[in-house]
């Protein structure tokens, strides 16, 4: 037996139609509504019933096709500006309105309903309209083009334009497109030649223009210098290749993060290219560069043009193999912001504590979180930054900030601290709440406690012993962004973990607490932001008002050397690979006459004995260039002199090789940064200086040097790799309080280098093993008895490898 029917299904009921028992049946359906926003769909049900009694039931289901009744815009489009997009379209022929709607990150789904009168539309994207899946509407009229703003920038935004006739809706038509703020180009005029040390990048631009794409004007002037310096922002992890072209001379440097003090030259062009060509040259691409998804990364290309045509252009490829973008488009960047002028952006709460008298910590936010003093600590000038509270015990002193209630989505936390002594759960910084929102604090070996919830706070294993050192000041920051924490010591990210919970309310701040959680010590400059601090941020709060580092001069200073480089131009030396050999130097001063076709660079950190103005000198054969820094960050170095050939310590046979008078602060270091590039022919390069007092120390001694670890890029497919995981450093004991056994096998054959340098990068001890074979165990014993407490680090190098591990000096007093 046969039985068919038709059933009519409305929204959330249904009406059956007659049951017909023929073999074979037709069904008239009439369409009633079903683009009007309700729901309306026919089922034709097939119920067949055989001899024996069993049954199968099949049916086919039909839907009106409204979208067809509707005509669509034609030739949408969206233009991309800075925290905006503008949309463009042609209406259709018959319509009445227009709908669109936005989204971040992804398109939507589901068509609007009814004649639209339920739908409030702004846009300005962050102001108040109507939801739609997850999403926004931000258009409803006739008129294009539409602006919609307030968006943010180096994010997508997919737009649906949809048309209504009546209650009829179309399908609707997708644009998408990423806002962005132009990048922006210095250029600095009359400035002749061709060599890139000329560009005088310490001093003011004579222009600035913005960029769309990492490109810059063709065919402008002739004799000027140019720099463009942005936040690249990458898509997906993976290892990129970068290209750079150039009329006449170039060069691109990357950071291994968001500071400029990080940067390193990854490739060149020493000659001139024609525009965009990218392949001329093998120093025009990069090695392969390993970049994570969703992290920004300063990049900074420089360009000299001498006469002729000129131009310049940055591209790269995307991982495995990817999309060329040659240039990179302006999506892809950001503008570069020098740190320090950020640093009030986003401020919840900021406490100088510089107020001499009185109990009350003022805020200098403007958020008016205004702090009490309970049971008085105490007002001092000895602080790190003017002013200072002092707690000389841990009798329940504290600073309370009952007003900071909020429960961030987002922050950071910053201080200065003095401990006097560690204990547990000493020096706390915390919420209201303690664990939940947010909470500092230290024990008795100086391990630091840190984070929003305390399953997954940082702990001693991330923060080991000598985190948090007695009688000196340090600096901490502490971001929380997406589930993600990071910890930041003097500056330099310490560690990072992820899986963090989200805060909540704090329902107040409390610096220092009560009984054992108090502060025993100075406390300054403390600061609470809505956002996560950059690390180019963090570098730069940790030197606002800051004294500069003192020297801790040991009498050494590193050469590096790469062997078998033609020419003499410096710009060819390859400073971004391992050099070929490293050497210490007792002054500053190489080797004489070792060598062809090799460039060198010495590079430290000067340690002026008093304060005053200096005069340095150069000698170098064949070229050479001297650069100094305004304190000990290389990212602020500048040229001070350079030099043609000249003999072995001929002091004046240039003027180039002298510099002006450059006032320096006493005991206090500044990083230093010689260049040599020799052909063929004799060698020699040597620094001197005049100090305040007259005397001349030329070349200068090893005890006024200090030498400078670099932060490495991770680079693949070079000769050198970075810290390779299978290779790894065994410590024992560790933490350790006198001697540190060192172990690790061989991964290729060859010599090795063993380095240990304390947390500022300075040499602490150096050996070389020579001509061991694969797999050889080498064990080697530090002594570090006469070492203070403290974070130091073991670093092996062999031809290709690269380990590093962490090693902490904690003697129990």
């Known amino acids: 037996m046969y039985e068919w029917q038709t059933i009519q299904h409305h929204n959330t009921h249904t009406h059956p139609g007659a049951i017909d028992t023929l073999r074979e049946s037709t069904t008239i359906i009439s369409p009633e509504g079903g683009c009007d926003g309700q729901t309306y769909f026919f089922e034709i049900v097939l119920k067949v019933t055989d001899g024996a009694g069993l049954t199968g039931t099949q049916s086919i289901f039909m839907q009106p096709d409204c979208f067809s009744l509707v005509d669509n ?85 997919y737009f649906t334009i949809f048309t209504r006739k009546g209650t009829l809706w179309s399908k609707g038509v997708q644009v998408q497109a990423i806002p962005f703020a132009p990048i922006i180009r210095e250029l600095w005029a009359i400035v002749p030649g061709t060599t890139l040390a000329n560009i005088p990048v310490n001093t003011p631009p004579a222009s600035t223009s913005p960029l769309l794409q990492f490109e810059s004007p063709a065919n402008v002037a002739n004799n000027y210098g140019s720099r463009v310096r942005a936040f690249i922002h990458t898509p997906v992890s993976g290892s990129y290749i970068f290209w750079i072209a150039s009329d006449d001379n170039s ?55 001498g006469s002729g045509g000129d131009h310049l252009a940055v591209g790269w490829q995307l991982p495995g193999g990817g999309v060329f973008e040659r240039p990179i488009p302006g999506f892809r960047l950001s503008p570069y912001v020098v740190a320090s002028n950020t640093l009030n952006n986003g401020l919840a709460g900021y406490w100088p504590l510089n107020e001499t008298s009185g109990n009350i910590a003022a805020d200098q936010s403007g958020s008016n979180n205004t702090g009490t003093l309970i049971n008085s600590p105490i007002w001092t000038t000895e602080g790190k930054v003017q002013g200072a509270l002092q707690f000389n015990d841990l009798q329940g002193k504290y600073i309370n900030v009952p007003t900071l209630t909020w429960k961030p989505s987002n922050f950071s936390v910053a201080w200065w601290l003095y401990p006097f002594s560690l204990g547990t759960s000493r020096h706390q ?28 706070r940082f702990t001693g294993t991330e923060l080991p012993a000598g985190t948090v050192e007695i009688n ?5 920051v502490f971001t929380y962004e997406g589930g ?51 690390s180019s941020e963090v570098y730069a709060l940790s030197n606002v008002g800051n004294i500069p580092q003192e020297c801790a001069a040991n009498g050494k200073i590193v050469q590096e050397y790469w062997a078998n480089i033609p020419g003499t131009s410096v710009a060819s030396i390859p ?9 210490q130097l007792t002054i500053f001063e190489a080797p004489i006459n070792t060598a062809d076709n090799f460039g060198a ?9 008093s304060s005053g103005e200096y005069t340095f000198w150069l000698t170098g054969d064949e070229n050479s260039e001297l650069w100094l820094s305004t304190d000990d960050n290389p990212a602020n170095k500048r040229r001070l002199v350079f030099s043609a050939r000249t003999n072995p310590r001929e002091w004046i046979r240039f003027t180039s090789q002298q510099s002006e008078g450059i006032y320096l602060q006493g005991k206090r270091r500044y990083y230093i940064e010689a260049l040599q590039k020799e052909g063929t022919g004799g060698d020699n390069l040597a620094v001197g200086w005049q100090l305040p007092s007259g005397t001349l120390e030329r070349p200068i001694p090893g005890t006024r040097l200090s030498p400078y670890i670099a932060p490495a890029l991770t680079i693949t497919g070079s000769k050198h790799r970075s810290v390779d995981p299978n290779f790894d450093i065994i410590a024992y004991p560790n933490p350790f309080s006198k001697q540190v056994k060192l172990s690790f096998t061989m991964p290729e054959p060859g010599d090795v280098l063993v380095e240990i340098y304390n947390g500022q990068g300075t040499t602490m001890d150096r050996i070389v093993e020579q001509k061991k074979e694969t797999g050889a165990v080498c064990t080697l014993e530090f002594d570090g008895s006469h070492l203070p407490n403290g974070l130091y680090f073991v670093r092996v190098t062999t031809k290709r490898y690269l380990s590093i591990k962490k090693l902490i000096m904690y003697k129990i007093k």
């Open 472 to 476: 000196k000041w340090q600096h901490f």
């Open 73 to 157: 815009v034609n030739n949408a489009t969206a233009i991309a500006g800075n925290k905006q997009i503008t949309l463009n379209w042609t209406n259709p022929n018959s319509f009445d309105e227009v709908l669109i709607v936005a989204k971040a990150g992804a398109s939507v789904a589901g068509v609007p309903k009814g004649d639209g009168s339920a739908y409030q539309a702004n846009l300005n994207f962050q102001g108040f309209a109507t939801a739609f899946d997850r999403g926004k509407v931000v258009y409803k009229g006739t008129a294009a083009p539409q602006t919609i703003t307030n968006l943010t920038n180096n994010l997508t935004y």
């Open 251 to 305: 060069e691109l440097w990357l950071s291994t993060d968001d500071n400029p003090a990080n940067k390193q030259r990854i490739a060149f062009v020493s000659s001139w290219t024609s525009s965009r060509q990218w392949t001329k040259f093998p120093s025009q691409q990069s090695s392969p560069i390993y970049l994570q998804e969703g992290q920004k990364y300063y990049i900074e290309a420089l360009h000299k043009e």
């Open 601 to 609: 660079r010495i590079r430290g950190y000067i340690c002026p004995p």
């Open 484 to 534: 993600i924490g990071k910890f930041y010591k003097n500056g330099q990210l310490f560690a990072t973990k992820i899986g963090m919970l989200p805060p909540k309310a704090w329902g107040g701040l409390k610096i220092g607490n009560i009984g054992g959680g108090g502060i025993h010590g100075r406390i300054d400059e403390v600061r609470v932001y809505n956002r996560a601090l950059l």
């Open 429 to 456: 910084i915390l919420s209201a709440i303690g664990w939940g929102g947010f909470m500092f604090h230290t024990n008795l070996a100086g391990e630091g406690f840190v984070g929003t919830d305390v399953a997954n």
């Open 575 to 583: 400073v971004n690979t391992p050099p070929t050999t490293t050497s």
